[in-house]
């Protein structure tokens, strides 16, 4: 009979509780004001770089992660004249011209901009601002790939040899970033017209075998063998440039060198470049001009390597060990115009999977 | 016509239901399709119904049908025997044994897949029996990326809705009609088929219903295990929406799939209207025994095993691989070694996660209970059959919300909860409501069945007695509906443990639940990052096992165990 009572109790007290440490919405006029930044689910930053912000301006600063870059851009994109967030973070350059069109940042022309290298500036008229690159490449299994006695493939079309038959897993352009990366790479090695196209590349890729999974999480834990946590058979994967040392920084042993290897060879990688960018019809202008430099600014910029494993795009941003020990940057990535991509997306994924998948 | 006052109690019990659902679902929903509808310069309508019409979208529609139809069959013919031996024998271990048979309903499908992968890709354990006993050069099994591998891991996910639903009903029906029958010369296919089957309807249409509708919107289980050529309307809407920004088709594809679950739920309404009826419910002390003779032993023992073998070894698989170095991966857990603000601390994750299941538990029953009055003291009150029909179109709309993309429903959410008058856009509240409007059709499918069993005859036996209406319910009905509400409790509290539907989209990064962290785990390479989401998800299934079994020892005072 007692039973019941504890229960009911227990279920109160998680209740009740629930309720009052829930945090109370829209602090009052009297603290800090809050600034709101919009981002995706696997953004990371470091507390103290977020508290050092918020003690030079006074301000509260609240992350809303808005599901999978596609997904927060289109959130963005539906309540533009309501936002939700006053500065957005983690725009790619696959996903920049469909932003910009749809019109949802204000033009600001940050001071810190002048240390950012020209080729990462993709908007000429300031509405975002670049604030990291990483290069989506093939990874491979050293191991494997030394017991097969086999090279480590230096281009694309190395792949289509049938001594890479069966050995490839890549991402579906459709669900995945690098996936889709990876498709844009082919498209601009391969192009799409002339005597070979990347559609006949993906053809050739399909008769050695290539398999294609949802996105980077299936291909890299469920089907590539190379990570020290790996459960799979392929010995190459679309991963990125900085996966090998990732797995140095997470391994459960010390390592000393990787398990995994990049291919960084020159017109074999595609570079996502990330941007940030004060929404339209926020409240804290002067706040969101403040941030976007602190963005740009040495203290965030060298937070940003080990939180999300991708280049900071300062170039005084200093690098931790393990990125300048173990981690690659393409040699000479593929670059595909942001707004050519924006207007035959949907064609090219449509063509791919007509070549692929059916 | 004046409307005496006893004819409005049936609207007064709903009132609340039909607002919650409203302001929670028609709401957003209309504010959704309406911004997407007019996006761009306004819709074409011809253009979207040739599109919709289109021999690609046909054949997306067709194959949801498909699978949907063949998981729930399959999911019905696997799990009857389960639902059989549930209802009629009592062993040791029983309730931990459908404790775990739930826990599936709550595991990410990321988690899932590797459990998968593990066991039916080609380096599974009975790849290599096999290549070491016929020497085989290539592992000859491989289920991944095959329709198999999808309607496999329907079963696996809603296993639990065939046994519980199916199996708590039959446990309350009165096992002297067969023995009747028995002994009037039936033989026990006979028996069952004539007696049993028809009693058994209502929680069998029940269970069917749900576990069909979520196949047909099926997403992570497609997307994933069953690769990127099986596309569902789900898996579409999320891409026609994310990927391509093509909202009009989005909302088009969106309609197509409420409509098809509104006919689908509609058509089992009226099945069912003529299917319940009241009987003479039986406590389960009294259908319930220990297995006896060698035969039942053997298959109360053969049935748990089998079932052990189909649930339990992904879950086995992804624990066993959790402890893979010891206690490493867990108390990495409790470390913060990158100083990131978006740690989430283990403690606080299940904190988050049980507050809000809970919560989204208290609030389904309560509404749930509030429609299934209504709806019985409506149907009591209809003369004709034209009142009964309302209610199930009403139904049919409390079903609607499990049958809705949730990319549709949490852009929904994003556009009208972020003004007057509900502006809950970053509250808490919200995702508890977003939780409790997909738990609510699990709670009614429940209780509405055990409800209409009660025979008419106690509640009015009681009346006379001077008992007040809400006496006859705390006396009579609740005491018999326990269990189904029970059910229903499971039910609610795994629906918003998961994190399923809309709320995705609008969870808050200051209260992480279990889920989330699992998924931030998953999101970057390394060994340490796969151990710990290895080892929230462990947690989360420890945290359901022994939520399931509070729930089903749980119970009010003077409410007799039935």
């Known amino acids: ?358 | 016509m004046k409307k005496s006052p006893s004819k409005l109690i049936p609207y007064a019990l709903l009132s609340l239901p039909l607002l919650f659902l409203f302001f929670f679902y028609f709401y957003p929903l209309a504010e959704i399709l309406r911004a997407s509808l007019t996006w761009e310069g306004g819709l074409q309508l011809s253009a979207l119904l040739a599109r919709l019409a289109g021999p690609p979208t046909l054949k997306v529609i067709g194959f949801t049908f498909w699978q949907a139809l063949l998981s729930t069959i399959l999911t019905l013919v696997i799990g009857l025997p389960g639902a059989y031996i549930f209802a009629h024998y009592d062993f040791p271990g029983k309730s931990i044994f459908n404790a775990l048979t739930t826990v599936p309903f709550v595991l990410p499908t990321v988690v899932v897949a590797t459990a998968f992968t593990i066991l039916l890709g080609p380096k599974s354990p009975l790849n290599e029996a096999l290549i070491s006993w016929f020497g085989f050069s290539h592992p000859p099994l491989d289920l991944r990326y095959t329709f198999g591998a999808i309607l496999l891991a329907h079963v696996f996910y809603n296993y639990t809705l065939v046994l519980r639903m199916v199996g708590g009903f039959w446990a309350n029906l009165d096992p002297h009609l067969e023995q009747a029958a028995r002994t009037l010369g039936a033989s026990p296919w006979q028996a069952f088929r004539q007696v049993t089957l028809p009693l058994l309807m209502p929680s069998l249409g029940a269970a069917s219903l749900l576990v069909f509708i979520f196949c047909f919107t099926s997403f992570g289980v497609v997307l994933i295990l069953g690769g990127p050529h099986f596309v569902t309307l789900e898996v579409e809407v999320y891409r026609q929406t994310v990927n391509f920004t093509n909202l009009p088709v989005a909302a088009g594809l969106s309609l197509v799939q409420i409509l098809i679950t509104l006919l689908l739920t509609l058509t089992y309404s009226r099945l069912q209207s003529g299917l319940a009826r009241p009987l003479d419910l039986r406590p389960y002390w009294s259908t319930q025994r220990r297995p006896q003779t060698g035969g039942e032993v053997a298959l109360v023992m053969g049935n748990t095993l089998v079932t052990l073998l189909l649930l339990t070894a992904p879950l086995l698989t992804l624990t066993i691989r959790s402890f893979g170095s010891g206690i490493r991966y867990y108390s990495a857990l409790f470390e913060n070694p990158r100083s990131s603000i978006f740690y989430v601390p283990p403690f606080e994750a299940v904190r988050n996660s049980t507050r809000f299941a809970l919560i989204t538990m208290l609030l389904s029953l309560v509404l749930g209970i509030l429609i299934s009055l209504g709806f019985l003291q409506a149907d009591k009150k209809s003369v004709d059959n034209e009142q009964s029909q309302k209610t199930w179109l009403l139904d049919a709309l409390f079903m609607l919300p499990l049958g809705t993309s949730a990319v549709t429903l949490g852009l929904g959410y994003l556009l009208a909860m972020g003004r007057p008058p509900l502006n809950l856009r970053g509250t808490p509240l919200l995702i508890i409501c977003g939780h409790t409007l997909v738990a609510l059709p699990f709670v009614m499918r429940s209780l509405l069945p055990a409800l209409k069993a009660v025979q008419p005859s106690l509640r009015e036996a009681a009346t006379t007695l001077g008992a007040s209406p809400a006496r006859v319910f705390w006396e009579i009905d609740l005491p018999i509906i326990w269990r189904a509400l029970a059910v229903g409790a499971v039910f609610a509290f795994t629906v918003s443990m998961g994190e399923f539907g809309a709320t995705s989209m609008i969870a808050r990064p200051e209260l992480p639940t279990i889920p989330i962290a699992i998924y931030r785990f998953l999101s970057q390479p390394g060994a340490l990052n796969y151990g710990q989401a290895l080892a929230m998800s462990t947690i989360l299934m420890t945290v359901c096992v022994t939520g399931f079994i509070a729930i089903e020892f749980l119970r009010p005072p003077g409410v007799q165990s039935f």
Request: hydrophobic share 40%.
């Open chain 1, 1 to 358: 009979m007692k039973r019941w009572l504890l229960t009911l109790t227990i279920v109160i007290i998680l209740v009740t509780g629930g309720c009052t440490a829930a945090p109370t919405e829209e602090p009052g006029t009297t603290g800090p004001r809050t600034l709101r930044i919009m981002t995706y689910d696997s953004f990371s930053v470091s507390e103290e770089v977020i508290r050092q912000f918020e003690e030079i301006n006074n301000v509260t600063v609240q992350f809303l992660q808005a599901g999978d870059a596609g997904t927060m851009l289109n959130q963005a994109i539906l309540s533009r004249d309501n936002p939700q967030a006053d500065v957005l973070y983690g725009i790619d350059n696959t996903f920049l011209s469909r932003a910009l069109e749809a019109d949802i940042f204000e033009p600001y022309q940050a001071k810190a901009l002048n240390n950012i290298p020209e080729a990462l500036r993709l908007d000429a008229q300031y509405r975002v601002v670049p604030t990291d690159y990483g290069d989506v490449c093939l990874n491979y299994d050293i191991q494997a790939l030394t017991e097969a006695k086999l090279p480590v493939p230096q281009s694309l079309q190395d792949l289509t040899q049938p001594e890479y038959k069966g050995l490839l897993v890549v991402e579906n352009p459709a669900s995945s970033s690098p996936g889709l990366a990876f498709l844009m790479a082919t498209i601009g090695v391969f192009g799409e017209d002339g005597d070979y196209t990347y559609l006949d590349f993906w053809q050739a890729l399909r008769d050695n075998d290539v398999l294609v999974v949802d996105g980077w999480d299936s291909a890299y834990y469920s089907e590539f063998s190379g990570g020290a946590y790996s459960e799979g058979t392929r010995p190459l994967v679309v991963s990125y440039a900085t996966s090998p040392a990732a797995e140095v920084y997470f391994s459960e042993e010390p390592l000393e060198v990787p398990p995994t290897g990049a291919v960084t060879a020159p017109q074999t990688c595609f570079r996502q470049i990330e941007f940030a960018g004060i929404l339209k019809n926020g409240q804290n202008r002067d706040l969101a001009e403040a941030f976007i430099e602190y963005l740009l600014s040495t203290d965030f910029q060298e937070d940003i390597p080990l939180q999300m494993w991708v280049y900071p795009s300062n170039p005084e941003a200093k690098l931790p060990q393990v990125f300048t020990d173990f981690a690659l940057e393409a040699e000479d990535p593929v670059t595909v115009l942001a707004e050519a991509i924006e207007q035959k997306r949907e064609a090219w994924i449509e063509a791919w999977t007509e070549t692929v998948l059916k």
